[in-house]
């Protein structure tokens, strides 16, 4: 990873000796699939190969012919296959955002793009901590990054090495980035998006409406910039367009001020009432915080919501 300027960050600067230290007790509580994680096992509502008998459901194209009780179907004249909860570990698979737009940062402050990173990075730890299986993907239209899912002891190193030599750069293309784990149809689990949600939402809305439709938790986690959100411009101001330097406008930045930042928060506010129609999670946080403890703040109301079910 770089910062703005371009200089290299070392890899123990994406995932510092304190970050490990605060997330040393934390353990991710899948909502909707999982009741607990110990040691990289829990139990998940999937379909498999366990005897565990659950339900029946009405097939549906896609469905294992194997898994047809042609009994049950016979009785009712439908087609049922049968539904098991299965012993498996958890696979997480982190979508980050590397488009150009991640490169805003107020002065004195780390980028949305480190700050992404830093959570990619201690998701990653804490998800291989507990012994289950986490993969990266990096996406913008100049380059996609795709590390397969793993729990090795050396897949961590892996990660850190991917954000930290890589430059968000080029144009936004998280909707691919997406479609691509529908494509190789990865096993079911979390499939954490971090971005800063500066973009169309329609082509990125209808592929996280897809993976939770096919299964997986979506966990969406917004990082938000300071002079981005507050707009604290007082006069003309020209603006560029970081992922594609050639756009540039001058405003008259009091008179765009009021409407600029209702609609930024209308922004917010249209994500959170989304994530919540669907059941998926959302998470916000701003530059200037401690991306860390961002991460922990929100692991420990998924621990509570967990431990309450």
Not at 6 to 22: I, M, R
Not at 53 to 66: E, I, R, T, V
Not at 70 to 93: G, M, N, P, Q, T
Request: include cysteine; charge should be positive; aromatic fraction near 8%.
């Amino acid at each position: 990873m770089a910062d703005p300027t371009g200089t290299p960050v070392a890899w123990n600067e994406v995932l510092p000796a304190s970050a490990q230290e605060e997330l040393r007790h934390m353990e991710l509580m899948a909502r909707r699939m999982v009741s607990a994680l110990r040691h990289g096992m829990h139990r998940s509502r999937m379909v498999g190969v366990s005897t565990d008998f659950n339900h029946h459901k009405l097939y549906s194209p896609g469905d294992a012919l194997k898994h047809m009780d042609w009994k049950a179907s016979a009785r009712h004249d439908r087609f049922y296959v049968k539904r098991y909860i299965e012993d498996r570990s958890l696979a997480v698979r982190i979508v980050l955002d590397g488009s150009a737009s991640m490169l805003q940062a107020a002065d004195g402050m780390p980028s949305k793009y480190r700050q992404a990173a830093r959570v990619a990075a201690c998701l990653s730890y804490l998800v291989i901590k507990e012994r289950d299986a986490v993969g990266l993907s990096l996406t913008s239209t100049a380059a996609t990054t795709w590390l397969p899912v793993s729990s090795r002891s050396n897949h961590m190193l892996r990660i850190l090495q991917v954000l930290a030599r890589t430059q968000a750069q080029a144009q936004d293309s998280l909707a691919a980035g997406l479609r691509v784990i529908l494509d190789r149809n990865e096993t079911r689990g979390i499939v954490a998006v971090i971005t800063d949600l500066m973009y169309d939402p329609e082509p990125v809305r209808k592929e996280l409406g897809r993976l939770h439709a096919q299964g997986h938790e979506v966990l969406v986690i917004q990082a938000r910039d300071v002079m981005e959100e507050d707009f604290p411009f007082t006069r003309w101001v020209q603006f560029f367009d970081l992922e594609n330097p050639a756009v540039k406008h001058r405003l008259d930045a009091v008179l765009l001020k009021r409407i600029y930042r209702e609609e930024y928060q209308d922004l917010l506010q249209d994500w959170r009432l989304w994530a919540r129609k669907f059941g998926m999670h959302y998470v916000s946080f701003r530059n200037e915080e401690d991306a860390v403890e961002a991460l922990t703040s929100y692991l420990a109301v998924r621990a509570r919501m967990g431990r309450e079910k």
